[in-house]
C-alpha cells in the first residue's frame, strides 16, 4: 500500500513437471507389429513449464457511509513451453537388456505411430484487465469487468481478442435483515460475460515433416523424406 486508496500488487508464479517415460519389449514377445517384433525399447522425456505474472493497481474508496467503491487494472504476462525428446529403438541384442546401445537400431521417430518424438511449443500470452464494483450498503453489488488478450498463436492481425462482462447482485437477506436456522443468507446475481480461446500453437500455416530415415534401400542405404502434413493450417483462425 503506498496511500489510504491506492495499492499495488505484483505476483510471479511457475507451473513446472518433468514427466520421464519408458516403454519396453523384448524380442519374441506377442506382438503383431513387425516393426518391433525383435525388440523395442523407447525412452521419452517430456517438460513443461508455465510462467505467470501479474502486476495489479488495486483502488478503493468509500464514496459514502454506503456506498462503496472498489476497482483494479492489472496486467498479465504469460509464457508455456512444451519440450519433447524421445528416442526409439528396435532390433534388440541381448535378452532382457534395454539400453539403445544394446538395440541395432535408434531413431527419433516412433516405429508404432510413425510420429517424431522431438517437439517444442511456445506460446506467449500478455493481457490487460480491469474491474470495477460498487457496493451499497453490503446487499447490492454491481460489477463491470473487461480484459483484452493478445497471442502469439495466430496471425498478427488476429491477435487481439476483447471480452467483457457485467454483473448485479443481491443479498435480500442482509438489505431486510433476515437471520433464521434454516436460511442465514440468499444472494440473487445475474450477470453476463465473455471468455477468450485461442487455437494452439502453429496451427495457422502448413508445416514440412521431415524424415531422415525415410527409407532403407536393399543395399542399405538410408534415404530421408519430406512431406506437406496432413494437418493444412488456417490463417484465419482467431
Keep these: 500500500d503506498f496511500s489510504n486508496d491506492f495499492s ?86 541381448s535378452f532382457g537388456l534395454f539400453r539403445h546401445q544394446n538395440f541395432t537400431t535408434t531413431s527419433a521417430r516412433d516405429p508404432l505411430s510413425t510420429n517424431s518424438m522431438n517437439e517444442t511449443q511456445q506460446e506467449r500470452r500478455i493481457g490487460a484487465y480491469g474491474n470495477l464494483v460498487l457496493d451499497y450498503a453490503d446487499y447490492l453489488f454491481f460489477t463491470l469487468s473487461a480484459r483484452n488478450d493478445w497471442t ?16 448485479i447482485a443481491f443479498i435480500p437477506t442482509t438489505a431486510f435483515d433476515i437471520s433464521s436456522n434454516t436460511l442465514n443468507q440468499l444472494k440473487v446475481r445475474l450477470s453476463y460475460g465473455t471468455s477468450a480461446g485461442f487455437p494452439v500453437p502453429y496451427s495457422t500455416r502448413s508445416t514440412l515433416n521431415q524424415n531422415a530415415r525415410g527409407f532403407i534401400t536393399p543395399s542399405g542405404t538410408v534415404l530421408a523424406t519430406q512431406g506437406i502434413s496432413n494437418t493444412l493450417g488456417n490463417p484465419n483462425l482467431k
Design 8 to 93: 499495488l500488487t505484483y505476483r510471479m508464479g511457475l507451473d513446472t513437471y518433468t514427466d520421464l517415460q519408458e516403454a519396453k519389449l523384448n524380442k519374441g514377445g506377442q506382438i503383431t507389429d513387425v516393426n518391433v517384433g525383435g525388440g523395442f525399447y523407447r525412452t521419452l522425456n517430456v517438460r513443461n513449464s508455465i510462467w505467470n505474472h501479474d502486476l495489479i493497481l488495486n483502488y478503493k474508496k468509500d464514496i459514502s457511509d454506503k456506498l462503496h467503491l472498489s476497482a483494479l487494472v492489472g496486467g498479465n504476462n504469460r509464457f508455456d513451453q512444451y519440450e519433447q525428446v524421445g528416442l526409439a529403438s528396435t532390433g534388440q541384442l
Design 152 to 167: 502469439s498463436t495466430v496471425e498478427e492481425e488476429n491477435r487481439r481478442i476483447l471480452y467483457p462482462g457485467a454483473s
